[in-house]
T-cell receptor, first 110, second 116 residues
């Protein structure tokens, strides 16, 4: 099921830069939206949920456009520790499996 | 702390061996557990969905006789890769969901399986 599309990157940015990732999904019945972070050879970890009104958590801002079926993640003031793969994830409701994008690779350099 | 424990984290074994992976929810009852697989540079792909006390539902292309799933209790699901071959080498990860909460699914740490 290729329902979630992301630009794989890699995005190479200097420390302190602002970087934005985009994601589109095909299933209009999707109800829940998330950004996960996955470090190399590790399990994905929830970064933040994404709400229609948009939401912010520190340096991270997520936006959802249901009409365009589009999700974004903005990272401000990038840190070296932000280097990871960022996974766009959607699902129809909590009890359904998560549909993962392939992820966008971010490398923050000194 | 971890709310889902997955074991083992790493397995290296010979072709033809069967490997069992356990997924436990530590402080909640997981009515549903999901098993995913991730090949290098690929997204996590759902293999099967298991509900406690019933047979697992497998995704298209996943052989149920090769990937045996048991979800006998509300805190434990197991995935057994039977007669594993090198092409089964992958990162296997479970997630658990409590239908009585509004929390998203919790992931285990994953199992990296390497078949020689």
């Amino acid at each position: 099921r290729k329902e979630v599309e992301q630009d794989p990157g890699p995005f190479n940015v200097p420390e302190g830069a602002t970087v934005a990732f985009n994601c589109t999904y095909s299933n209009s019945a999707s109800q829940s939206f998330f950004w996960y972070r996955q470090d190399c050879r590790k399990e994905p970890k929830l970064l933040m949920s994404v709400y229609s009104s948009g939401n912010e958590d520190g340096r991270f801002t997520a936006q959802l456009n249901r009409a365009s079926q589009y999700i974004s993640l903005l990272i401000r003031d990038s840190k070296l520790s932000d280097s990871a793969t960022y996974l766009c994830v959607v699902n129809e409701n909590s009890g359904y499996a998560l549909n993962f994008g392939k992820g966008t690779s971010l490398l923050v350099t000194p | 702390g971890a709310v889902v424990s997955q074991h083992p984290s790493r397995v290296i074994c010979k072709s033809g061996t069967s490997v069992k992976i356990e997924c436990r929810s530590l402080d909640f009852q997981a009515t549903t557990m999901f098993w995913y697989r991730q090949f290098p540079k690929q997204s996590l792909m759902l293999m099967a969905t298991s509900n406690e006390g019933s047979k697992a539902t497998y995704e298209q292309g996943v052989e149920k006789d090769k990937f045996l799933i048991n979800h006998a209790s509300l805190t434990l699901s197991t995935l057994t890769v039977t007669s594993a071959h090198p092409e089964d080498s992958s990162f296997y990860i479970c997630s658990a969901w409590d239908s009585h909460s509004n929390q998203p699914q919790h992931f285990g740490d994953g199992t990296r399986l390497s078949i020689l």
